[in-house]
DNA sequence: TGACAAAACTAACGGTTATTAGTTTTTATA
DNA sequence: TATAAAAACTAATAACCGTTAGTTTTGTCA
């Protein structure tokens, strides 16, 4: 069952990784087995040896697949010629469009991250403690500008992040349909608060 | 070793609920054994079914003392003399409140109902769902009444619960030791949101 | 078509799991 | 101090776990 080489090499375990995503997302990671996420590729447990090397394995990748993309992002929105006030809108948009897009896996990493055995743990608490930092350096420097209110960095960038990830999208998203409404409501009340 | 009788009938098991509720935080339900949880009590794992029933029976005790707790507050809540905002910044506090001071059984009620059997994760989905109603019922007094903006109040509702179930406070709650300021923090940056 | 490699299979492993059955120890009360 | 209940213990169970070794099937390309 050779598939063409060289160009597809990786893709039948980015596909035990999506698989996985969704059970891990819907189960949980220790609670799901390799012969449940075996059935659901349609192949006998021992088959996935061929592609991965171990069941945390396939945790470490989703885990950190997921935080270099929001690393990434980070860079990207820091560099931005723009003020404080539209950077920590592009990045809450930013962790929207991933729930959104790409949920087993986001939720995956924001839930299932206890699990990683050491040092992996500690490697991926560390990339969350930077990215978070550099969230509230932004806020600083929007305080500093007067484009915020005099909050505490620290506790602004834990209320958001904790409302973003925490967020149970799929309920959500299929009533309302209406994505970027969706986006722009959920975002407003992180910046606008509720009072009028 | 037989206790005071009556009087101190099901404190052993409260212990063991207790005890459990902070291994279920650290480790998570699944990945937790029966084992572990005899060794932290100091006693052989048999030995605890002298006092439970089952593994899962400890984690449905958490999670339904938990809810019945938040839906009698919201039931209080819902009494009370007031306008919509005091009651809205009730909740929040209560909330909090909770998380500060019943932090792994929240915790683990937050994380770890997915593990519970059917029909038990039905029921507790069921009251989540009526406690989110109620709580939308609130935010739609309000803005009836002018006090809010005219958001949709399910989504106003979903920001504020995922914000403040998620919150891991242990790291940020040693910091800042000022419990007070910490809680009027957060309950303003809900409310206020984080532009002047 | 024959050769080679990718990917499936079966059988089995040692280890861990929650839980039971039956017995012994501990402790409070009468 | 004798009694009875509460709560500990040891031993063992069947089920399930992730993973390995070795073999067979499948598909592609020369």
Redesign the interface.
Same mark, same amino acid.
């Given at each position: 069952m050779a598939r063409i080489r060289t160009i597809n090499k990786g893709t039948r375990r980015e596909l035990i990784n999506d698989t996985a995503a969704a059970l891990f997302r819907a189960? %949980?990671f220790? @609670?799901s087995s390799m012969r449940e996420l075996a059935e659901k590729m349609g192949v006998e447990a021992p088959s996935l040896y061929n592609h991965i090397g171990s069941k945390g394995e396939i945790l470490h990748s989703i885990c950190f697949k997921i935080a270099r993309e929001f690393l990434h992002n980070m860079k990207q929105v820091m560099q931005m010629p723009a003020n404080e +006030?539209t950077r920590?809108e592009a990045i809450i948009r930013f962790h929207l469009f991933m729930m959104l897009n790409h949920y087993d896996e986001v939720f995956v990493a924001n #839930?299932e991250w *206890?699990?990683l055995e050491e040092p992996a743990r500690s490697e991926f608490l560390s990339l969350r403690n930077q990215y978070e930092q550099q969230f509230s350096q932004i806020?600083s420097q929007g305080i500093k500008a =007067?484009?915020? /209110?005099k909050?505490?960095p620290? $506790? @602004?960038v834990?209320? $958001?992040l904790? @409302?973003? *990830? =925490? +967020?149970?999208f799929l309920n &959500?998203a299929k /009533?309302h349909r209406n994505t970027p409404n &969706?986006t722009t409501?959920?975002t407003? #009340? +992180? +910046?606008? %608060?509720? $009072?009028?």
């Open positions: 189960k %949980g220790t @609670a +006030l920590i #839930h *206890r699990q806020i =007067g484009e915020f /209110k909050v505490e620290q $506790i @602004a834990l209320v $958001i904790s @409302a973003v *990830r =925490g +967020l149970e &959500l /009533k &969706l409501d959920i407003n #009340h +992180l +910046l606008k %608060g509720l $009072i009028p």
